[in-house]
Structure formats: C-alpha cells, structure tokens
C-alpha cells in the first residue's frame, strides 16, 4: 500500500503562482511513475503531468511552459510547479501514485482557486 499527502493548494490571482507537494510512504520501493490529475466542476478529471522514477516527464499541452513536475526520490515527494496561473487553471489537483504491478493509488485532493 501507498499512501499520498498534498499540501500547497490555495486561492491566487492570475498569473501567480503555486507549488503542490505530494508526499508518499508505505510501500515507496514499489512506486515508478507519479503524477497529478485535476478536476474542474463540471468537468472530466484530466491528466496535468507526470514524471518517472527515472525522471522522464510528459504534459498536458494546456499547461506546458508554465508548469513544471519535479520528483525527490529521497524523500518520495513530487512537485508541481505552477507559474503563470489563469482561471482555467482552477480545479481540485489530485497526487497519484502507479507502481511496478500498474496499481495506482490516489491521494485527498488539494483544492486550487485562480481569480481573475
């Protein structure tokens, strides 16, 4: 089992910026790729971006150039830069976690509120 924490949601204005943090711990050996989906209201959840135990690292094309995902294997955390924020941008940023075996696990969800 994996378990994931967020922090770092949060109300900004467009054009700021936000870093979400997800911590895993449990069975961390086991964890290859992490990433982060978000869901708007009313909308599908859809992936944001996600990075590989090896560092490789893939976008949705709504957010390259402005957001970066980063990973610190030593302490099993994965990042998401934010910069450049717009309203569109707004939604509840959901960590999850895929390992070795394709199980993937999820964490609460931290809200994200860009005003215009």
């Known amino acids: 089992q994996v378990q994931l924490v967020e922090s770092g949601g949060g109300l900004v204005q467009a054009g700021g910026s936000l870093r979400l943090s997800c911590a895993a711990s449990?069975?961390?050996?086991?964890?290859?790729?992490m990433g982060w989906y978000r869901q708007a209201p009313g909308k599908q959840r859809e992936l944001v971006a996600d990075?590989?135990?090896?560092?490789?690292?893939d976008y949705a094309d709504s957010v390259k150039g402005r957001f970066t995902i980063s990973r610190d294997n030593a302490k099993n955390t994965v990042y998401l830069q934010m910069n450049s924020l717009k309203p569109e941008d707004t939604a509840d940023y959901y960590c999850?976690?895929?390992?070795?075996?394709?199980?993937?696990?999820w964490g609460q969800g931290t809200q994200v509120t860009v005003s215009s």
């Open positions: 449990g069975s961390i050996f086991s964890i290859n790729t």
């Open positions: 999850y976690a895929v390992n070795y075996l394709s199980d993937t696990y």
């Open positions: 990075i590989t135990r090896g560092g490789s690292t």
